[in-house]
T-cell receptor
Framework: GAGVSQSPSNKVTEKGKDVELRCDPI?????LYWYRQSLGQGLEFLIY????????KSGLPSDRFSAERTGGSVSTLTIQRTQQEDSAVYLC???????????FGPGTRLTVL | EDQVTQSPEALRLQEGESSSLNCSYT??????LFWYRQDPGKGPEFLFT???AGEEKEKERLKATLTKKESFLHITAPKPEDSATYLC???????????????FGQGTILTVHP
């Protein structure tokens, strides 16, 4: 596609359930990033991939968060045993290579009841 | 630790009233400073990348400049459609623990009244 796509656009879940968020980067972009934006907060970096590997996972808020990228393309962010504080907009971005400008998707709004 | 501070937090302008947004940064080994625009309910939209002090870039009514400590986004004769949140972000040079990430400021909410 022409831009970064994310699905679902909205997700409402109950506390304790697992959720999977998907990101489809711009074709040909080797780097992929996940950020979180909470109400009134700035964008918080979570993790990035260069190809299929994630050199640094220290931005993930807890061990309930994990991410993978397969085939150098689609990425999935999984949150296990969701908590109310996980409610936020999860944004995915991609860039041609790591230090280039990042292009963002529309985000997934996650609400944990 | 990388820090990015944007000011003001909010700015209200009349249509045609030019102004500037500020982004101050502290980072070891700047690899790039980025400006984004974010409309409500949407992801950030890329505007500019600046790499070295003295560099300037322009796009329509927007002009971004960079010094060793800060960047300015100048808005000339703004229109209501320029209303949005403007975000500044820095990319740290290699050697940091997360050199793939952008560190964002809190943003400036710009409102342009007709």
């Amino acid at each position: 596609g022409a831009g970064v796509s994310q699905s679902p656009s909205n997700k409402v879940t109950e506390k304790g359930k697992d959720v999977e968020l998907r990101c489809d980067p711009i074709s040909g972009h080797t780097a992929l990033y996940w950020y979180r934006q909470s109400l009134g907060q700035g964008l918080e970096f979570l993790i990035y991939f260069q190809g299929n590997s994630a050199p640094d996972k220290s931005g993930l808020p807890s061990d309930r968060f994990s991410a993978e990228r397969t085939g150098g393309s689609v990425s999935t962010l999984t949150i296990q045993r969701t908590q109310q504080e996980d409610s936020a907009v999860y944004l995915c971005a991609s860039s041609l290579v790591v230090f280039n400008e990042q292009f963002f998707g529309p985000g997934t709004r996650l609400t944990v009841l | 630790e990388d820090q990015v501070t944007q000011s003001p937090e909010a700015l209200r302008l009349q249509e045609g009233e030019s102004s500037s947004l500020n982004c101050s940064y502290t980072v070891s080994g700047l690899r790039g400073l980025f400006w984004y625009r974010q409309d409500p309910g949407k992801g950030p939209e890329f505007l500019f990348t600046l790499y070295s002090a003295g560099e300037e870039k322009e796009k329509e009514r927007l002009k971004a400049t960079l010094t060793k400590k800060e960047s300015f986004l100048h808005i000339t004769a703004p229109k209501p459609e320029d209303s949005a949140t403007y975000l500044c972000a820095v990319h740290q040079g290699a050697g940091g623990t997360s050199y793939g990430k952008l560190t964002f400021g809190q943003g400036t909410i710009l409102t342009v009244h007709p």
